[in-house]
């Protein structure tokens, strides 16, 4: 998928809870990340103005097989009444990570034309590994959560359809889903400020984007270690940046 990147008080703290959740710490230029299956979570020292609860990317949630191994980590996890399966744990900044088990039974994908392309049955079986990216969670106003479907499946190339009964994008490495009726704020000064993308040909793809009407925060460009990148924010107030040359790391 890329990568999430949080602001955090105690980076010491933070590192140890997300290489117990089953990360393996690693080093990218100066910066401090961990890395999973899909996904990599950057640590870096500051402040923020809050939580992600309340803006427009609610959560961010992980597969495992089971919570027994994370317990036997030292992560607590508090199981979700009413969804087998179904648990949250939170970061030492009190970030809230929810959590699937094999065995829950929410989180089966389904296209909205049926037909399942680039890996997106994954979701539909056994994770197969110990720890696994599963989804980021939209919050957004009214019934804008149709639009904002629309949007990610029309500018990231994504597949339409339902995750149980919300209304999702699947994309390599993640699934986006999408809730409305929910008034929220922008993601910018949270301690989750921003997602980010992992993109083939990220020059291109950013032409791409600017003929479909997308303004860039901070246009493409190549950084001296090799990684290109180019932010942009969503009409909904997500921070988003785009990358070419992670996948590798």
């Known amino acids: 998928m890329g990568h999430l990147h949080y602001r955090v008080r105690d980076l010491n703290a933070n590192l140890k809870f997300w290489t117990a959740l089953g990360g393996t710490p690693v080093r990218i230029g100066s910066d401090q990340a961990v890395k999973f299956p899909h ?9 923020y103005s809050g939580l992600s609860e309340g803006a427009v990317v609610n959560h961010v949630a992980f597969r495992v097989p089971s919570f027994d191994a994370l317990a036997k980590a030292g992560i607590t996890v508090t199981r979700l009444a009413g969804f087998p399966g179904v648990g949250n744990t939170t970061t030492p900044e009190g970030e809230r990570v929810e959590l699937f088990e094999d065995a829950a039974t929410n989180l089966t994908f389904t296209p909205d034309d049926g037909k399942h392309v680039a890996g997106s049955d994954r979701h539909n079986r056994a994770v197969g590994l110990p720890i696994a990216f599963h989804h980021i969670h939209l919050y957004v106003p009214g019934q804008e959560h149709l639009a904002a479907k ?15 009964n919300y209304d999702a994008v699947d994309l390599p490495g993640i699934n986006l889903n999408f809730s409305g009726d ?11 400020e921003h997602i980010g993308f992992e993109i083939a040909g990220l020059e291109a793809f950013c032409k791409r984007l600017a003929s479909m009407g997308v303004k860039f925060d901070t246009p493409y460009r190549k950084n001296p270690d090799g990684i290109a990148t180019a932010t942009l924010t969503d009409p ?8 070419e040359g992670m996948r590798g790391l």
Request: net charge positive.
């Open 39 to 47: 996904v990599f979570v950057f640590l870096s020292p500051g402040d």
């Open 150 to 164: 629309a949007w990610y499946a029309r500018m990231f190339g994504g597949v339409g359809g339902k995750r149980s």
């Open 182 to 192: 929910r008034m929220s704020a922008p993601m910018k000064g949270r301690t989750l």
């Open 236 to 243: 909904w107030g997500t921070s988003i940046e785009l990358t």
